[in-house]
Each structure stands twice: as C-alpha cells, then as structure tokens.
C-alpha cells in the first residue's frame, strides 16, 4: 500500500497538479495577513477556515489524476479497502505539506505577533484537514463519474460548512466545527471545547468517508 501512496504522491506532483493549489494557498494566506500583524491563534483559526477548500480541491485532484483503468489495477493487486485507504492517505499527506506551508508563509511576511498560539493554530488547521479530505474524497471523479457533478459537491460542501458554522445553532453536526473552531482560537479554548470539536470534525469526516467508500464500492 506504502508504494501505491507513493506512486500517486509522484502522479500528483510530476504531472503538475500540485501547483494550483500551491498558489491557492498563496494567495489565501496573503489575503488573510495583508491586514497587518495578529496573533497565531486567532490567525490560525481563519486560515484553516479559508484553506478548507482548497484542500478539499487538492484531495479531489488527487484522487482525479488516476485513470480509470490504472485505478481498477491497483484495486485488483492490492484490493478495494487498501486502494481506497491509499489514496486517503495520499490526499492526506498533499494536505499536511499544504497544512505546513499556510503556517510558515505568515512568519515570513512578518504577519504574527509570537509563537503564543502555534499549538491551537496546528490543531485547527489538522481539524480541518480530515473534513476537507473527506469532503475532497466525496467529490472525486471515481464517485461523481462527472467534472460537472464533483465540482458541484466540493463547492456546496465548502459553502455549507462555512454557512452552517456561522449559526451554530442551525444543524451544527451537519457541519465540521470550521468558524466554531476559529472563534474559540480567538477566545483561547479549554480542553473541554476542544475535545468537543474535535469530535465532531472526527465523528462529521467519518460519516464522509463511509459514504465515500460505500458509493466506491458500488461504483468501481
């Protein structure tokens, strides 16, 4: 399985893939700290508001740059659970190095106040990372079988995480927790709400991926 991750790691990145998202994050993370300095935290939990999809849309060209028929091959040498979990794992690696990327770029432009914040910042930006892998994977070409019909799932997906969190009293578990993790990074969190909203980016990117391996399943 480790040679499939790195086989479609090499395809995303030599085929040129990576570098629309590369400077999505560029321009995200510029738009966000044009404003002047702020602190990590707060900082931090935008911008993993901001980067969810875009590396919703980096999982999606992940798991798109594979053809189909190479695609059946690696479900028949490797089978249909370690092919789809190596593709999660690679569209989760493309995610962490744009993860890495979003919370270097600010001490570079001189755009944070101190290293106070960096821990919630990473925690944020990882919580948001399962659900825009999730949200990624759902949309991928192998089960929308249409550009068309990937596109419209990834934006509406993107679109109701965010305006659902606005509220969070309307549906919050329809939703992950991206604006309601962002505002407690402002309001320096205890451990219970973290614990909280980690669960439910875990329990939402769940539910994601079950539908994602279900409709592989029945689509392959």
């Known amino acids: 399985m480790g040679a499939l991750v790195r086989m479609r790691l090499a395809a995303f990145t030599r085929g040129g893939r990576a570098l629309p998202g590369l400077l999505g994050t560029l321009v995200v993370v510029g738009i966000i700290y044009g404003g002047g300095r702020s602190e990590a935290a707060e900082a931090y939990g935008f911008s993993a508001v901001?980067?969810?999809?875009?590396?919703?849309?980096q999982a999606k060209l992940l798991l798109d740059t594979e053809p189909?028929?190479?695609?059946?091959l690696a479900v028949a040498v490797v089978g249909p659970r370690r092919e789809v979990t190596a593709g999660?794992?690679?569209a989760a690696v493309v995610g962490l190095a744009t993860v890495a990327f979003a919370m270097v770029l600010?001490?570079?432009f001189g755009s944070v106040t101190g290293p106070a914040g960096i821990a919630p910042g990473l925690w944020a930006h990882v919580a948001g990372l399962v659900a825009a892998v999730g949200l990624g994977a759902l949309a991928s070409r192998p089960v929308t079988r249409s550009t068309l019909y990937g596109i419209a799932v990834l934006v509406t997906g993107s679109v109701l995480a965010i305006v659902l969190g606005l509220n969070g009293s309307v549906a919050p578990w329809l939703a992950p927790p991206l604006m309601a993790t962002a505002r407690r990074l402002a309001d320096q969190p205890g451990s219970a709400s973290i614990a909280t909203l980690t669960l439910q980016?875990?329990?939402w990117t769940a539910v994601v991926v079950a539908i994602y391996v279900r409709l592989r399943r029945?689509?392959?």
């Open 68 to 72: 189909d028929v190479q695609r059946r």
């Open 218 to 220: 029945t689509r392959s």
């Open 201 to 203: 980016a875990v329990l």
């Open 50 to 57: 901001a980067l969810f999809p875009v590396i919703a849309w």
């Open 88 to 90: 999660l794992l690679a």
């Open 106 to 108: 600010p001490w570079l």
